[in-house]
């Protein structure tokens, strides 16, 4: 089992919605999993998947799988300059070469960041080298 850390105000919503449920069920187990069934034991991926869809379909919004979300949810965080190392273990990758070769399209804009960044470091120098002693 992977663990994600959830910011701290989701987590706490979270936590008590499910403790509530919990509380009322007998035989409850408490196991770490976000997806379970009523007795607290994980739900078989595919039930997962297609109350999903359920969802997104009740809900009227573009279609996306949970597969898909995952992507987008990767996607932002590489968008908004996040540590792809950081990504990647949130993903599961063992590698973070293989985030980079999925989602590194997202990252142009880095490449011309890094340049400018290398410039000014060289104009930096420049002036160094220029100025008298």
Avoid at 15 to 24: E, G, I, Q, T
Avoid at 46 to 70: M, Q
Wanted: aromatic residues 6%; hydrophobic residues 35%.
């Amino acid at each position: 089992m992977r663990t994600n850390r959830l910011s701290a105000s989701r987590n706490s919503s979270w936590r008590s919605s499910s403790s509530a449920l919990n509380r009322s069920t007998a035989g409850w187990t408490e196991t770490g999993y976000v997806f379970t069934t009523v007795i607290g034991t994980p739900q078989h991926p595919d039930s997962v998947s297609k109350r999903f869809v359920a969802l997104v379909r009740t809900l009227e919004v573009r279609y996306l799988t949970l597969h898909g979300l995952r992507h987008t949810h990767a996607t932002h965080l590489l968008a908004m300059g996040k540590n792809p190392r950081m990504v990647s273990e949130r993903l599961g990758h063992a590698d973070v070469a293989f985030t980079l070769q999925v989602y590194g399209h997202v990252l142009p804009g880095h490449q011309r960041e890094a340049a400018e960044a290398a410039a000014g470091l060289v104009d930096v120098v420049d002036e160094s080298a220029s100025s008298p002693r």
